[in-house]
C-alpha cells in the first residue's frame, strides 16, 4: 500500500480521495469577519481544509533587502505590518473551523511563527516553497511530530531530495506539492509530468499547489495522480491584494471540488463492455446487409452486400467470408443477411 498520512483523522495518499485545500492566504486583509466568511465558504464548496498564514515579520525577513514583485503594490514587510492575524486571531480561526467541520491548517514562515502554532494545537503544518531549503527550521518543525506538506515551487531536484532526505529520519509524516512559484503561473511551466516523476522518487504523498489564475491545471494533476490540491481562494476577484491573481472565488472552488471527486471515479483501469453500453451495442453495431435485390442463385459480390446498422446480425467482420457464396434464396434489399440464406 502506498504511504499515507494523517490529519485530523483524515488519511491522506495511497487510494484515499485527493485532499483539496482552499489557501486563505492573506486575502482577508487583516478583517476577521472576511476570513472566517472564507472559512464558511470553503466549507460550503467542499473542500477538505483551509489554510491560512501566520507571519511574525520581524522574524521571517529583514526589513531591507527583499525586492518588491510585481504582485505587490508595496514592500511585502510593510505589508504584512499591516494585515497579517495575531496568534489570537488564528486560535479564533481554529476554533471556528472545529465548530464547522472544515480542518484547519496554517502556514509558518518562521522559526517562531511554527512554535506558536505548535503551541496553539495546529494539527499540521504547510510549508512555503520558499521556505523548502531552510532545513534548520524545517527539522524543528518536523520534531514536533505532526504532518508536514512542503511546496518545492522554485527548486531543483537536488534540493528536493535533499530536504526529502534530511526530514524523513526526523518524521515519516511528509507529503510533497509539485509547485510552481510564478504569479500567475504560466501553463507552460506546471509541467504536471512532475508529478508522477514526484511519486516514483519518494514514497510520500505527492500533491499539486497550483498558481494559475484558474482551475483546469488542478484537473490535470488529479489526473496525473495528485493526492493532494491546494489553491488560492478569495471573495472577491476584483479585491486587490499580493495573491489575487492566482485565486478563485467560491463558485470556482465549488467546481474544483465537484470536477476533482468526478475524474476521481473516472480513473479506473478496467477495459469491458458495460452495462450502460449493452443496449447501445445492440443497435449501434453494423451486421452485413443486402444492398440491393439478390435473385437465388446469385454469386454475392460488393454489389449486392455491405454493414449497416442495427448490429443484430452478422457482425460486419464476416463480410468478405459471405463475398462468394451463392444466395439459397430470392433476398430483397436492406434486409440483414443470414447464414440460413447461404450456400
Partial sequence: MPKTIEIAGRKIGGDQPCFIIAEGCDNHLGNMDTAREMVLQAKACGADAIKFQ???PDEEMLREGVPMSKNFNMPLYDFLKLYALTLDEHVELMRFCEQIGIIYLCTPFSRKAAEELNEIGVQAFKIGSGEL???PTLKRICA????????SGM???DEIDETIHTLLPISEQLALMNCVSEYPAIYEDINLGVIPQLAARYDIPIGHSDHTPDIYTCFGAVAMGAKLLEKHIILDRRQP???QSVSIEPYELYQLVQGTRRIEVALGTEKKVHEGEKAIRSWAHRSVVSIAPIPAGTVITEEHIWTKRPGTGIAAKHLETILGKTARIDIPKDKL?????LN
Fill in 54 to 56: 501566520h507571519h511574525l
Fill in 133 to 135: 531549503t531552510d532545513l
Fill in 144 to 151: 514536533f511530530g505532526k504532518p508536514v506538506i512542503l511546496s
Fill in 155 to 157: 527548486s531543483t531536484w
Fill in 241 to 243: 491584494g499580493p495573491d
Fill in 337 to 341: 443477411i443470414t447464414w440460413e440464406e
